[in-house]
């Protein structure tokens, strides 16, 4: 009988993991070109059927609920249609009107979504007031010492390659913790993406594709709208969202770079927002390093532009990661961090954190397998 030594098995299940992870290996231009954040070329991922997750880490700003309600309890009078009106507010304009009850009471009644009624009882609540400022100084304090609360985003997905087309479903999650984790339901989400590409020592692609977002998010689920605005149709509850979106691509072998554009229509189909559409552009560029075996290094630059009711959306952040890819496997960590954002009081429209903004950072895990 044969003996067979223990480095000779070991150095065979090295062979064997090569063989699988190699083996089967997709070929062709743009292999490696997901991104975390950007739409990316359609490309040969060496496989047929896929599921994954994508997991993101997000510390949201909001006014923390205790000091919203002491603020109810030590100012009842009509406080609550006070603090709704103060959300579309930013609060250096409050600020430069501390010692001026009346002009505090002008810019709150001159929000344009409040409602007759709602400024009916903030003339009432102002008249109770009289002149003391303190309230506005109480009010301030809430505005301007948001608390930061963790949220997170679990998004589990399947995808499918088919030879002329890939579908992707994805049911996002909304996660918050407190003295419990606790989970809201997202809008599940399908997209369908169609492309190819030419030449090889330099290849030229185009990919165009469709998502759909549907509404089957929670009220709660709005507050991870915030965490990433790209991400946004995922979790607003109110809005069914159709993306029509472009990209383009080169790959030099070693260098990939993908620029992409998408055209988001929120609609409205269920609640009361204070806008029945809300439509932005979003446009990406990035660069990605492949000269490294299994290894991609990516910097996403994507900025989002403002068409109708999207004030909040003219910004521009920045995600830079890693990635470890074979034919079966594809993991990502990236961070992201905004460059240009909008003040918090641009937000209240579109969420349902009072004074809420969006997070300094975002840190994003991803996770795809399949065969």
Not at 24 to 33: N, Y
Not at 49 to 74: D, R
Not at 239 to 259: E, K
Not at 311 to 337: C, E, H, P
């Amino acid at each position: 009988m044969r003996i067979v030594s223990r480095s000779a098995v070991q150095r065979s299940i090295v062979v064997a993991f090569l063989v699988c992870g190699t083996g089967a290996q997709a070929e062709g231009p743009f292999t490696k070109s997901r991104l975390f954040v950007n739409q990316s070329m359609r490309h040969d991922v060496g496989r047929t059927f896929g599921v994954g997750v994508n997991f993101t880490i997000a510390p949201v700003k909001a006014a923390a609920k205790k000091a919203i309600q002491g603020y109810k309890n030590q100012y009842p009078a009509e406080s609550e249609v006070v603090l709704q009106a103060a959300q579309y507010v930013p609060a250096s304009e409050l600020e430069a009107l501390r010692n001026d009850p009346e002009g505090v009471r002008q810019r709150l009644t001159s929000v344009s979504v409040l409602s007759a009624e709602d400024r009916q009882q903030i003339d009432a609540a102002f008249a109770q007031y009289g002149s003391n400022a303190r309230y506005v100084a109480d009010l301030l304090l809430i505005m301007q010492e948001p608390e930061t609360a963790i949220t997170f985003s679990l998004e589990p997905f399947a995808e499918f390659h088919l030879d002329f087309m890939d579908i992707v479903v994805t049911v996002p999650l909304a996660g918050f913790v407190e003295d419990s984790t606790e989970f809201a339901m997202g809008n599940i989400g399908i997209d369908l993406k169609f492309g190819d590409a030419w030449g090889e020592t330099f290849a030229f692609g185009v990919t165009g594709g469709l998502q759909f977002w549907a509404p089957t998010a929670t009220t709660r689920a709005n507050a991870l709208g915030l965490a990433n605005l790209q991400w946004s149709p995922r979790y607003f509850h109110e809005y069914t969202t159709v993306v029509p979106y472009l990209v383009l691509g080169g790959d030099l072998n070693y260098v990939q770079l993908q620029g992409s554009l998408s055209y988001n229509m929120m609609e409205r189909v269920k609640g009361t927002p204070d806008y029945d559409r809300v439509h932005f552009l979003q446009w990406g560029a990035s660069l990605s390093i492949t000269a490294i075996p299994y290894i991609v290094l990516s910097t996403e630059l994507s900025g989002l532009v403002n068409i109708m009711n999207a004030k909040a959306y003219d910004n521009l952040v920045v995600t830079a990661g890693i990635r470890a890819v074979v034919s079966f496997m594809d993991l990502g960590l990236g961070f992201q961090v905004p460059v240009v954002q909008q003040d918090g009081a641009d937000f209240a429209s579109l969420n349902a954190a009072s004074f809420g903004s969006p997070s300094d950072y975002n840190v994003i895990f991803s996770a795809t397998f399949g065969f």
